[in-house]
């Protein structure tokens, strides 16, 4: 996986040979979009790298990006890195206490502000005296606060011929988004994620053909590893000849996805039990079962379902990030999507795991990538060398420190298991797991993972330190929410899930037996804090916010309570 060429040199050879080629297409509301040649995003890119260097950035400084995935964010860190930056990027849905926090820590010389839902309570955050530049889709506030993109590039002259970086430069600072504590930020350099980026293209060239167009629908935060990674830098930045298209809001996210017609779609278990759920609400379970074993018939529903989604175009599609029930893969697997699980981290790149045709089985996240190398500690926990490894956490060297072993493994965090096979089963997190008040150890990920297969459930929670048995929280499916004050829904619902406790329970020992399943009260959202931008439960949040109401659930006796 060495190379003397630097992902910068892929990106040059790109506005030189496919500098009419449409790269991005930008929605910009009411339907219209706008594209972007490459020709036309470096052209883009240079004028904002001449104006930053015009700012005093030079080399190693920091730049911070603020916004949802659009086009002028890859513009933007294409100019970062041309005029010598290391690029931040912030989660757009992060409160102002985090950004505040991100800002002060890395200290950037100046801050993008884009597409952004809550940028009013957000603004507050920004340093008095830190320069801005606000997107074309930036809030009406913040472009009159502030010079805007298509101004400043205007008056700008282009940078000239091809600015290099060395290999051991850091090309950006990810901060994690953190289900628990304070977000800690995660170096990568030039030279690892070029490697990377070799090794994610060959794998997706393997998965959907050597020939095959690869179109991708940008919707997963890039300020997450995985976007930033498989999506811009690998798909976008190595490859050149793909199409990204990015998605304007959840509102318009299915037309989205049938404008972009992906040939790869990736996407969290969240995403992957909401497009099944919506389907079952219209086609019960029973009936499309009955369906799809009519070989006349089968292939019809097959194809309606994947056309409804937006979806009949995917060569390959992937779920990562947190666990997925095997049950959903197989689900969608035989609607005849190719739906495989993967496995990685921001201190690696996303570079770790991932199945492959000939090496897949519903429950592990695949084989080692590449020139990874893993094992088991003797706690259970995988262990991990990547060519994507992080250079250390920022201003952090003690806890970068404790991150490895002596013989330079990263301790992941994850507890999992390795097969014979070289497969990878995750099967939970070694902070997760807690005592009841029996002394014995609960692991919540495979019971959750259990939990979540029922088709009325969204996210579950398994929950009970110290108490007499665990019990699981959960949260209603979106179809089911508005429908509780219906008694009869409400009793359906009850007896629906009493049965599935039931059969769940049937497959626990003992100790991990559930007492009960609660329902909680209100939406687990990014926007009350209670998910992360990646839609992982923030476990710590969401117990708290219960925790006067626990004696209470495990005093009534019942097998299902309303929070």
Known sequence: MQNDKLI???????????????????????????????????????????????HGVTHGDRVAILSKNCAHFLMAELAIWMAGGTTVAIFPTETADTIRYVLGHSEPKLLFVGKLDTWEQQASAVPAGLP??????????????????????????????????????????????????????????????TACTHGMLDYVRDSIGAHEEIRVLSYLPLAHVFERAWLECAIGFREGKSRIFFAESLDTFVADLQRARPTLFISVPRLWLKFQQGVLAKVPEKKLNTLLSIPLVSGLIRRKILRGLGLDSVKHAASGSAPIPAAVIEWYQRLGLNLIEGYGMTEDFAYSCTSRNDKKAPGYVGVAMPGVELKISDEGEILIKSPG???????????????????????????????????????????????????????????????????????????????????????????????????????????????????????????????????????????????????????????????????????????????
């Open 389 to 563: 490894q992080f250079v250390g956490y920022y201003k952090q060297p003690e806890v970068t420190a404790e991150s490895f072993t002596e013989d330079g493994f990263f301790k992941t965090g994850d507890l999992g298991e390795i097969r014979a096979d070289g497969l990878v089963k995750i099967t939970g997190r070694k902070k997760e797991l807690f005592k009841t008040g029996k002394g014995k150890y609960v692991t919540p990920a495979p019971i959750e993972n259990k939990i979540n297969t029922c088709p009325v459930v969204e996210l579950s929670l398994v929950s009970g330190v110290g108490r007499e048995a665990p019990c699981a929280i959960v949260l209603l499916s979106e179809t089911i929410r508005p429908k509780v004050n219906d008694p009869a829904v409400r009793a359906e619902i009850e007896q629906t899930l009493a049965k599935h406790l039931a059969e769940v329970n049937a497959t626990l020992p003992d100790y991990e037996k559930l007492k009960m399943i609660v329902i909680a009260r209100e939406p687990w959202t990014m926007e009350n804090g209670l998910l992360t931008p990646t839609m992982k439960i923030k476990r710590a949040k969401i117990e708290q916010s219960l925790d006067a109401q626990v004696d209470g659930w495990y005093a009534s006796g019942k097998r299902v309570v309303w929070a």
């Open 8 to 54: 910068l040199d892929d990106i040059y050879d790109h506005e030189s040979n496919l500098a009419d080629h449409v790269w991005l297409t930008q929605p910009t509301g009411g339907g219209a979009v706008t594209t972007y040649t490459w020709g036309e995003v470096m052209d883009q890119a240079r004028r904002m790298a001449s104006h930053l260097e015009s």
């Open 132 to 193: 801005c530049i606000a997107f074309p889709l930036a809030p009406d506030s913040a472009k009159k606060a502030h010079p805007g993109w298509d101004e400043v590039v205007r008056a700008a002259t282009p940078i000239g011929g091809k600015p290099g970086r060395r290999g051991e430069d850091i090309a950006m600072i990810m901060y994690t988004s953190g289900s628990t504590g304070t977000p800690k930020g995660v170096m990568h350099r030039f030279d690892r994620i």
